[in-house]
């Protein structure tokens, strides 16, 4: 009757992306009630023995040790960036430097002690032992503040120095990857994952925990016996304290209450905007009120969302066995030692200093640990994210790369090449439909074809597999008599410039709009201006405040507020109340350009590339262009083209398919009728 709620998911614990969860597997699964929840954990078989929460602390560990290579690796490279090494080093001793001064503030506290207690049994005082105490305790804490103040201008340097050392691997990871693999949605959330925050890169974080847990051993190496003794009281601590607002591991929620469905689901339609019409003009309003009246008074204090309600399920059931254990257990290191010191009283002279530099040490043991073990969940986070993002960089691409070069002589890619589709059929990655079924033509050096057919028959896909976007699901492409696959994609891409219909603009000035059509000339300007000429786009460019550097989407938003509703421009650019009033403070524009012209620049930016390049395709050039520009147009193309190899794709004949060496015909996947013009007016000409 309701639809189910998604399952939220924590990315963290056990790797979440292998394997399945399955809520209803009892053997595998514990479901719990909490209010009108049902919540449902995986249960580790692996490590059922380990009782409560050490068991998740081993899973932790066990996910930490994974990570290490990374972490090593991370280091290395690290390593190898010569502009962190002095700024490390300085940080990384100074890390260790204030991780020993706890120890040694604790020897002068110890010291200081003893002078207190001859005092009080000797009446005499050693008064330079305590100027010398007092002047050592009182430089400790200040260079401790200096420390910490060198620590702080070191911070932002190293973070910064990283996080553009990963930001480029980081986009080239991307980058590289191809449209199916890219499209992929695991590979999405793979990606997702490993995203680098703004402020703070995800190695510089990992170095901060390496640091942090170098220094707290260091705090720790005398203390063994101590630390371990602690360590259980801190175990008991840390279960005792534990106040999550959500279960650890792999785990599922969800609700089936029809009531608390039904109430947020009325509440979402009064909310949202785009039902309000309906609302309203169906005369709803009562009904709706009525109802979500009686839904709450049903639900009564039932209705949390789920954090709240494990939130307090986790409240009231803490008062256990364990929390009656935690506080003698948190005396068992002072009785242990005191103990000691009556057994031998010679190794451990038994005093009130003693005494309670025990119970100072004791206590701060057992904080350190505490803080490690609070600590060791985002420990492992954080030495699972750096494993993740290098995971990101070795992400293998679907379209596999050829190892042949093309094409073998540069001199005949001026005459264009030829393209042969031997019974190509092809569905998309995910879709069981085929685009295209059992596909064969022949377009021979120099031709030029216009593929003919409806919308959704399947031409630009014939393109995109030209391009080698895809491969096919069956059959074979051949360019040149050389099948497709076996070609360096880079020089097969080299070769070929494509337009396709759903041409993209980048956030970027519409010079490197333009440009990028040709990455290896992005610097000559004369041939740009040249391009978008032959791409009839230079007169409108030029009316442009700025011109070639007119940004056709500004990729930084302007950011403003509580501007007088009378400024109608900022920075040359308008500005948008509505945005503000609903954002706060952010508005950004585009430059407000025509379909038509906007597909000029993406012709410019194919006019960019016609050196080195054999096959040209355009997908429906025309199609915001007015009758004269899309005359104009064909007339550039036919001239640019010269000898070489022209495909476009096309909804009409017309214009075009009369020059056309070769037209196919498509309709519903496959190719219906092949020939010239003529040809086909002769066949059918219906069609014509
Ligand atoms: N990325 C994609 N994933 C799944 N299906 C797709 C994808 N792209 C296109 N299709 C489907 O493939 C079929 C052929 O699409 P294609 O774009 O090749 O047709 P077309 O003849 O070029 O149409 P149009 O004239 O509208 O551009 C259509 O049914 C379309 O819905």
């Given amino acids: 009757m309701y639809g189910r709620r998604g399952f939220g998911r924590r990315q963290r614990g056990i790797n979440l992306d292998e394997g399945t969860f399955d809520p209803e597997d ?113 430089i400790c804490s200040a260079i401790t503040r200096v420390l910490q103040h060198v620590q702080n201008l070191l911070y932002k340097p190293l973070n910064e120095r990283i996080r553009q050392h990963y930001a480029i691997h980081n986009f080239h990871a991307r980058a590289r990857l191809d449209v199916p693999t890219y499209s992929d949605s695991a590979v999405q959330r ?32 005398d203390g063994t016996l101590l630390a371990t003794l602690s360590f259980g009281h801190t175990l008991f601590r840390k279960k005792v304290g534990k106040q999550n607002w959500s279960p650890s591991g792999v785990w599922a929620a969800t609700t ?33 009120v009525s109802s979500y009246r009686g839904a709450a008074e049903r639900l009564g204090n039932r209705a949390t969302d789920f954090y709240e309600a494990f939130h307090m399920h986790n409240i009231t059931n803490r008062l256990n066995l364990t929390a009656f254990l935690s506080d003698p257990l948190r005396e068992l290191p002072q009785i242990v030692f005191t103990l000691r010191a009556v057994q031998y009283p010679s190794d451990i002279p038994l005093s009130l200093a003693s005494l309670n530099l ?35 960089y070795t992400i293998p691409n679907l379209v596999v790369d050829g190892a042949t070069p093309f094409p073998e002589n540069q001199q005949n890619l001026g005459l264009g090449v030829a393209v042969e589709f031997r019974n190509v ?45 895809y491969d096919p699901t069956e059959g074979h492409i051949f360019v040149n008599d050389q099948d497709i696959r076996t070609l ?99 508005s950004s524009h585009s430059k407000g350009l025509s379909g038509g012209q906007m597909q000029r620049i993406a012709l410019s930016r194919t006019f960019m590339r016609d050196d080195g390049v054999g096959l040209l395709c355009f997908d429906e050039p025309s199609a915001s262009l007015d009758p004269t520009a899309e005359h104009d147009l064909f007339e550039r193309l036919r001239q640019l083209r010269g000898n070489k190899t022209m495909i476009f794709s096309t909804h009409r004949f017309g214009n075009l398919t009369r020059h056309a060496d070769l037209i196919l015909y498509m309709d519903d996947a496959v190719i219906l009728e092949e020939g010239t013009h003529d040809q086909l007016i002769k066949q059918d000409g219906g069609i014509c």
Avoid at 197 to 208: D, H, K, M, P
Avoid at 365 to 384: K, M, P
Avoid at 525 to 549: H, Q, S, V, W
């Fill in 256 to 288: 089936r209450d029809p009531d608390y469905l039904r109430s947020i689901g009325m509440a979402k339609a009064v909310h949202q905007q785009q039902h309000r019409k309906e609302l309203v003009a169906g005369g709803m309003v009562d009904y709706l």
């Fill in 26 to 138: 009892a053997q595998k699964v514990k479901h719990t009630r909490i209010g009108i929840w049902d919540l449902y954990e995986e249960v580790e078989p692996r490590l059922k023995l380990v009782p409560g929460s050490l068991r998740s602390q081993l899973e932790t560990f066990h996910e930490m040790k994974g990570s290490f290579p990374f972490v090593l690796r991370m280091f290395k490279e690290i390593g190898a960036i010569r502009a962190c090494w002095w700024l490390l080093a300085g940080y990384l001793i100074i890390t260790l430097v204030l991780a020993l001064i706890p120890a040694v503030e604790l020897w002068y506290s110890g010291l200081l002690l003893k002078i207190v207690q001859n005092a009080v049994e000797y009446r005499t005082v050693d008064r330079n032992l305590l100027f010398q105490v007092a002047a050592s305790r009182l």
């Fill in 425 to 469: 059929s092809f569905r998309y990655p995910g879709s069981n439909k085929d685009v295209l079924r059992n596909i064969s033509f022949k377009i021979l050096q120099g031709q030029l074809c216009v593929i003919v057919g409806a919308n959704g028959s399947g031409k630009s896909t014939i393109l995109k597999l030209i391009a080698r976007l």
């Fill in 190 to 221: 793979q990606l997702d994952n490993s995203t680098t925050s703004a402020r703070t890169s995800i190695a510089w974080n990992n170095v901060l925990t390496t640091l942090h847990l170098v220094s707290t051993g260091v705090e720790l190496r």
């Fill in 358 to 392: 025990i119970t100072q040490t004791t206590s701060k043991f057992s904080r350190t640990l505490f803080d490690l073990f609070e600590q060791t969940g985002s420990v492992a986070e954080n030495l699972a994210s750096i494993r993740k993002l290098y995971e990101t």
């Fill in 488 to 586: 360096k994609l880079a020089d097969l891409r080299r070769a070929t410039s494509v337009l396709f219909q759903d041409y993209t603009y980048f956030p970027l000035s519409i010079r490197d709009n333009i440009a990028l059509g040709d990455p290896d000339n992005a610097h000559d300007d004369e041939k740009i201006r040249e391009a978008a000429t032959l791409g009839g786009a230079t007169e409108f460019i030029e009316r442009l405040d700025e011109g070639f550097d007119t940004y056709l989407d500004r990729p930084v938003e302007d950011i403003y507020s509580s501007l007088p509703q009378g400024t109608k421009t900022l920075f040359g650019r308008s500005v948008e109340y509505s945005s503000i009033r609903g954002a706060g403070n952010m």
